[in-house]
T-cell receptor, first 115, second 111 residues
């Protein structure tokens, strides 16, 4: 089945120690997104890629970076995780249809714990 | 500033009843609105999309309405079942392939 896969499902890191979260998709969608979701809050968009074009949200901290080496894979790098970065990180994809609505397909998420 | 508000309280209902969830927004003019379901510890799953020129959309036991004058969408689950227990998120089109999500309403259906 076509899907969005996130690894690992749970990640524990230490305060200040860089961490990378992975996302892959078999949907061949051209847009990929990273969201941060804290308990009982709305998913917050961090950035997205339209093909290779990177689009950062204005309020995304510099501590968060992303890479998309090809259509299928996207990575979220947190350079120096703080306690406030503990959250669920969701990867999503969508297929851009010119002028059309964008339904997003989400992965299962990676739960990040910062000690 | 732009704001999306969903029922602040969790919804507890008896099996077989209709659950009605609200999504209100300000300072948006979305071309469409979507509803997603999110189970604990999982990613959201798309349920329904309604465009600004549509008043109502149905899918099986789900119904969505969209009132652009009131800036409100209602989401109904009819003949609810315990398996419908989840958090339901509304999402508004921001343009440029992006969505803004509400914080969700948690629904618990009692058998």
């Amino acid at each position: 089945d076509a899907m969005v896969i996130q690894n690992p499902r749970y990640q524990v890191t230490q305060f200040g120690k860089p961490v990378t979260l992975s996302c892959s998709q078999t949907l061949n969608h051209n847009v990929m997104y990273w969201y941060q979701q804290k308990s009982s809050q709305a998913p917050k968009l961090l950035f997205h890629y339209y093909d290779k074009d990177f689009n950062n949200e204005a309020d995304t901290p510099d501590n968060f970076q992303s890479r998309r080496p090809n259509t299928s894979f996207c990575f979220l790098d947190i350079r120096s995780p703080g306690l406030g970065d503990a959250a669920m990180y969701l990867c999503a994809t969508s297929r851009n249809i010119a002028g059309g609505p964008e339904t997003q397909y989400f992965g299962p998420g990676t739960r990040l714990l910062v000690l | 500033s732009q704001k999306i508000e969903q029922n602040s309280e969790a919804l507890n209902i008896q099996e077989g009843k209709t659950a009605t969830l609200t999504c209100n927004y300000t300072n948006y003019s979305p071309a469409y609105l979507q509803w997603y379901r999110q189970d604990p510890g999982r990613g959201p799953v798309f349920l329904l999309l309604i465009r600004e020129n549509e008043k109502e959309k149905r899918k099986e036991r789900l119904k969505v309405t969209f009132d652009t004058t009131l800036k409100q969408s209602l989401f109904h689950i009819t003949a609810s079942q315990p398996a419908d227990s989840a958090t339901y998120l509304c999402a508004l089109d921001r343009g440029d392939y992006k969505l803004s999500f509400g914080a969700g309403t948690t629904v618990t259906v009692r058998a």
